[in-house]
Nanobody
């Protein structure tokens, strides 16, 4: 059983930055494809970014050039560095492992 715990969300002004963290326990973290998804109020959950066990990354077009996903296998943690944040980035951000396991989410609110 894999457990994922996100942290790092909060309130930030447009143009600001946040770094989300997702700590994993149980399972074989270094082997997993890890991803970040988000769900804005009234909208469906959408893909944000993923990173493979080998470090290859993929991003949604809406965040390319602004967000960076990374992982630290020694700490069983995946990160999402978010820069140049926009109000449209406001959402609950969820960590995902192997498209199957989900964290509880962390709220990001971008507003002046």
């Amino acid at each position: 059983q894999v457990q994922l715990v996100e942290s790092g969300g909060g309130l930030v002004q447009p143009g600001g930055s946040l770094r989300l963290s997702c700590a994993a326990s149980g399972g074989f973290f270094s082997l997993y494809v890890m991803g970040w998804y988000r769900q804005a109020p009234g909208k469906e959950r959408e893909f944000v970014a993923l990173i493979t066990s080998g470090g290859r990354t993929n991003y949604a077009d809406s965040v390319k050039g602004r967000f960076t996903i990374s992982r630290d296998n020694a700490k069983n943690t995946v990160y999402l560095q978010m820069n140049s944040l926009k109000p449209d980035d406001t959402a609950v951000y969820y960590c995902n492992a192997e498209t199957f396991y989900w964290g509880q989410g962390t709220q990001v609110f971008v507003s002046s």
